[in-house]
C-alpha cells in the first residue's frame, strides 16, 4: 500500500491521527498545523522537526502532501476542507461537517466539483460495537429498520476549561442543544443506509449545569428521526449527569444492540443480538452476545473511542489508495447525520412541529438553501444569527469565564486533563 503524506490541523484532537500514522505504515506525517503557538512547540518537541508545523492554514495547505485531517473547531470544518479541496488536497473532516445550510451547499459542490474524496470522521460509527452492527444490519440478519436509539450522554463539565480556554465566544459556549447529533444519530444512519427526511426537536429546558462553565444552552437536545422507509429513531446527546454511549436497532426480524456502560462488561465493544430466520418466526430467535474482535487493523489496540479512531484512519488510507471496499462517510451521508440536528432546532423554536430534511443530493433542492446563514455564530450567521437556547441567551457573568481561562492555564502547565496526551504520544513507533 502506497503511504499517503498527510497534513493535520489540530494538534489536540489531531493528535490520535498523529499517533496512527507514527504508529502504522499507512500513512506518512508531513505536517501539523495549529494557530497555538505554544502547544504546536510542544508537538515539536514530541515529534521532532522532520515534520514540518504551521500556525496560519494558507501556509499549511500549501505544503507538498496528499490529504488532511480537520481537527480544528467544529464550526470551522466546511470553510477549511472546501479550500484543501481546492487546493488539491483529499480530506477527513472531525465533526461537525458544517454550522449552516449555505455551508453545506458548498461544501457539497466543493466535492462534486473537484472530485476529491472527502469523509467524514464520526469515530461512533467505527467503533467496535456499532461497525459491527452495520455489517449484520447489510447482512440481512435483523430485516429492514423500523426503530432505532442513539445515545451520546457526555458530562463535560469538568472538561470545560481545556476544551473552551475560557472564551466566551468559543463554539461550544455557543451551539445550540441539538448541534451536537452525529455522535448519537450517526451511527443509526451508517448502520441502515437510510436518508432521514423529517425531524421534531426537544431542548433539554434546565441549563444550571451548562451556566456554571459559560455554555448557554439547555443540557441536552433530543432529536426524532423518520426515515425515507418510515421507520423512526430516537437521538439523544448532551451534558446529563451520567455518561452513556449506547446503541439499538431493532429490524421485522430482530433487535441488536451494545452493552451498556454501566453494565461493565465491554460497553461499545460488546453487541446483543437476538434474530429470527424470517419476520414473524418470534419463537425460532436466540440470543446471542460477543465482544467484537477485528484482527489485523493497524493501530487498533489501544485505540481511542472504542477503535473508532483507528478503524476511522484505516479505511481513509485505504480510500486514498483507491479501494474500493474503504467505508468511509462521503458528504451527502455526513450531512444526513448533522442536519436533523439543524432542522430539530428549528423545530424547537417553531413549538415542537415536524420539519421536513431537504436532501442535499439534488441539485434543484440547493438552491432554497444556498444563501441560508442560520446559525449560532454571528461571523457566519450576519442577519440571520438564531439564540443559542430557545428561551434567550443568558446572561453570564464575566467572572465564570476567567474561572475557566485560569483553570486551563492550570492544566497546560501542568500537562492535565486533555493536555495529558501530550505525554504518551511517541515520536516513533514502539
Known amino acids: ?41 510542544t508537538v515539536r518537541e514530541k515529534l521532532g522537526n522532520d515534520i514540518s508545523y504551521y500556525e496560519d492554514f494558507d501556509s499549511f ?8 485531517i480537520l481537527a480544528n473547531y467544529a464550526n470551522q470544518h466546511a470553510p477549511f476542507a472546501i479550500k484543501a479541496m481546492y487546493a488539491g488536497k483529499h480530506v477527513l473532516s472531525e465533526v461537525l461537517p458544517c454550522q449552516n445550510m449555505k455551508e453545506a451547499v458548498e461544501l457539497i459542490e466543493a466535492v462534486e466539483k473537484t472530485k476529491k474524496i472527502y469523509a467524514y470522521a464520526e469515530n461512533y460509527c467505527y467503533m467496535l460495537g456499532t461497525f459491527e452492527m452495520k455489517k449484520l444490519y447489510r447482512e440481512g440478519r435483523i430485516g429492514e429498520f423500523e426503530y432505532g436509539e442513539g445515545e451520546y450522554i457526555h458530562n ?76 423512526i429513531a430516537k437521538s439523544i446527546h448532551g451534558g446529563l449527569y451520567r455518561d452513556s454511549v449506547w446503541y439499538t436497532v431493532y429490524g421485522d426480524k430482530g433487535r ?68 474500493e471496499d474503504a467505508d468511509i462517510i462521503d458528504v451527502y451521508e455526513a450531512l444526513d447525520m448533522f ?20 436532501n442535499l443530493r439534488n441539485p434543484n433542492e440547493r ?20 439564540p443559542v437556547f430557545s428561551k434567550g441567551n443568558p446572561d453570564i ?17 501542568n500537562k492535565l486533563g486533555p493536555y495529558a496526551f501530550l505525554n504518551s504520544m511517541n515520536s516513533k513507533k514502539e
Open 1 to 41: 500500500m502506497k503511504k499517503a503524506r498527510l497534513g493535520v490541523v489540530g494538534a489536540m484532537r489531531g493528535a490520535a491521527a498523529m499517533s496512527f500514522c507514527i504508529n502504522t505504515d499507512m500513512m506518512e506525517l508531513v505536517a501539523v498545523c495549529d494557530c497555538n503557538k505554544e502547544l504546536l512547540e
Open 61 to 68: 495547505i500549501a505544503h507538498d502532501m496528499d490529504a488532511v
Open 156 to 231: 463535560l463539565e469538568s472538561w470545560w476549561p481545556s476544551l473552551t480556554y475560557g472564551d466566551p465566544n468559543h463554539w461550544r459556549n455557543n451551539m445550540y442543544a441539538t448541534f451536537y447529533c452525529t455522535h448519537s444519530l450517526g451511527p443509526i444512519i451508517h448502520i441502515t443506509g437510510l436518508r432521514p427526511v423529517s425531524v421534531v426537536g426537544f431542548e433539554g429546558a434546565k441549563n444550571a449545569r451548562n451556566l456554571r462553565t459559560g455554555a448557554k444552552a439547555g443540557e441536552f437536545g433530543i432529536e426524532m428521526v423518520t426515515f425515507e422507509n418510515d421507520g
Open 256 to 323: 441488536m444492540e451494545t452493552a451498556r456502560e454501566d453494565a461493565n462488561c465491554g460497553a461499545t465493544g460488546k453487541i446483543y443480538l437476538n434474530c429470527d430466520e424470517y419476520p414473524g418466526g418470534y419463537s425460532t430467535g436466540k440470543l446471542s452476545c460477543y465482544d467484537v474482535k477485528y484482527d489485523n487493523i493497524p493501530g487498533l489496540d489501544g485505540c481511542g473511542h472504542g477503535g473508532g479512531d483507528a478503524l476511522c484512519m484505516y479505511h481513509f488510507a485505504k480510500a486514498l489508495n483507491g479501494d
Open 339 to 358: 442536519l436533523p440536528g439543524m432542522f430539530a432546532y428549528r423545530s424547537v423554536l417553531s413549538g415542537g412541529v415536524p420539519v421536513r430534511i431537504p
Open 367 to 386: 438552491e432554497e438553501w444556498r444563501n441560508d446563514t442560520s446559525c449560532t455564530d454571528p461571523e457566519a450567521a450576519g442577519d440571520m444569527l438564531i
Open 397 to 413: 457573568p464575566p467572572a465564570i469565564y476567567e474561572s475557566m481561562r485560569q483553570k486551563n492555564q492550570y492544566e497546560i502547565d
